[in-house]
Structures are given as structure tokens and as C-alpha cells.
């Protein structure tokens, strides 16, 4: 079982639609997630991390955690083209070992 | 801005050849890993190092690499005997104490085994 599942997508959403990402993991001893960006060609970038279950909000960026299900997900409000890149998640696996799943590539059209 | 900077930005050899990677991480962070991602597939965590020491490894980080910090600024990725799979983008990255999982990338160095 791969420790960290992503749709790679592309997934296509309007300028101004909520986008939503979503991550499941394996290892039930994660216990901190963490949502990077990466565009094209450029390397990764943190945008949101999660603790504990619920939802955790930062500006248009919502990030939701199920320990119960092994599930985050990353919501995208007001989605802009500039949004338009690969979202990573990232359990913590381990100290010091932050693993990253596949990715799902946002297209946000104008 | 302090940024996590990477030498070569292109490095190509011949298939056997070891290269040595650079790394400068940010100056205050005491948390470093080298990452690599083969064209179009996802970010492989190779190793992370804290105190002189390899904290984690994973399954790749076999004995065809190792990591150094040969002094106070450098971060190094040699691969000794490359193989023409080799041939990917390596990100090093670091993070500080307080916000460990917080990672800096370098722009990477994009690697082309011949």
C-alpha cells in the first residue's frame, strides 16, 4: 500500500470555484500533515500544515483532517489561474521524514 | 529574503561517474535533506541530517550515496557510480528548530546521466 494517495488529476475548476484535493495515508502514527505547492518546474513550497482533526483556515486556503479515516483535504476558495500548480501532501512519517505524495495538478481556468 | 541556494543548476555526466551535489542552506537552520524527483513523477525523500549525523534515509539512500557537511555553510549529495535512473532533479532542502517540518527548497539541480 502506497504510504501516501493522491488523484493526480488534472483537476479543472473556473476562476472563482472552490477547489478540492484530497490525500489519504497509511500510517496511522502520522500525527502533523502538511499541503506544499509546487509549479512547474519550480521546487515545493509550504502553504498550510494541520495538527489535529478538523478544519484549519488560512486566508482562501482551508486545510481538513480525519485521523479516523486517514484522510486530509485541501479546499481552494476563489480559485485563481495563479493557483493553477501541483498540491502535495505530506504526512509526517517520522522525524525528520516528511513524505510526499504524487501530487494533484490544478488547472484553474480564467 | 534568506534562501536555500544550489550549485550546479545543470549537471551533466557520463554514466560511472560520481558527482558531488551542493547545497548552502539557509544559515540559522539546523535541519537539512536532500529530496529528488524524476521527470513527471512525485518528490522522493532520499535523506535528512541533523547534528553531523543522518537522521532518516529511505530506501533509495543505498551505499551509492552519502551526504556531508564538510563545514559550517555546506551541504553536500554524492553519488558515487551513476546509472543512467539517476538522472532526476535533487532538491535540498532545510528547516529550522522550531518549525522543522517547515521546508526550504533549493531550486534544485537538475541532473542528466549519459
Known amino acids: 500500500q502506497k504510504e501516501v494517495e493522491q488523484n493526480s488529476g488534472p483537476l479543472s475548476v473556473p476562476e472563482g470555484a472552490i477547489a478540492s484535493l484530497n490525500c489519504t495515508y497509511s500510517d496511522r502514527g502520522s500525527q502533523s500533515f502538511f499541503w506544499y505547492r509546487q509549479y512547474s518546474g519550480k521546487s515545493p513550497e509550504l502553504i498550510m500544515s494541520i495538527y489535529s482533526n478538523g478544519d484549519k483556515e488560512d486566508g482562501r486556503f482551508t486545510a481538513q483532517l480525519n485521523k479516523a479515516s486517514q484522510y486530509v483535504s485541501l479546499l481552494i476558495r476563489d480559485s485563481q489561474p495563479s493557483d493553477s500548480a501541483t498540491y502535495l501532501c505530506a504526512p509526517n512519517t517520522g522525524f525528520q521524514k516528511l513524505v510526499f505524495g504524487t501530487g494533484t495538478r490544478l488547472l484553474v481556468s480564467p | 529574503e534568506p534562501e536555500v541556494t544550489q550549485t550546479p543548476s545543470h549537471q551533466v555526466t557520463q554514466m560511472g561517474q560520481e558527482v558531488i551535489l551542493r547545497c548552502v542552506p539557509i544559515s540559522n537552520h539546523l535541519y537539512f535533506y536532500w529530496y529528488r524527483q524524476i521527470l513527471g513523477q512525485k518528490v522522493e525523500f532520499l535523506v535528512s541530517?541533523?547534528?553531523?549525523?543522518?537522521?532518516?534515509k529511505s530506501e533509495i539512500f543505498d551505499d551509492q550515496f552519502s551526504v556531508e557537511r564538510p563545514d559550517g555553510s555546506n551541504f553536500t549529495l554524492k553519488i558515487r557510480s551513476t546509472k543512467l535512473e539517476d538522472s532526476a532533479m535533487y532538491f535540498c532542502?532545510?528547516?529550522?528548530?522550531?518549525?522543522?517540518?517547515?521546508?526550504?527548497f533549493g531550486s534544485g539541480t537538475q541532473l542528466s546521466v549519459l
Open positions: 532542502a532545510s528547516s529550522d528548530v522550531q518549525f522543522a517540518e517547515k521546508l526550504f
Open positions: 541530517f541533523y547534528n553531523n549525523e543522518i537522521s532518516e
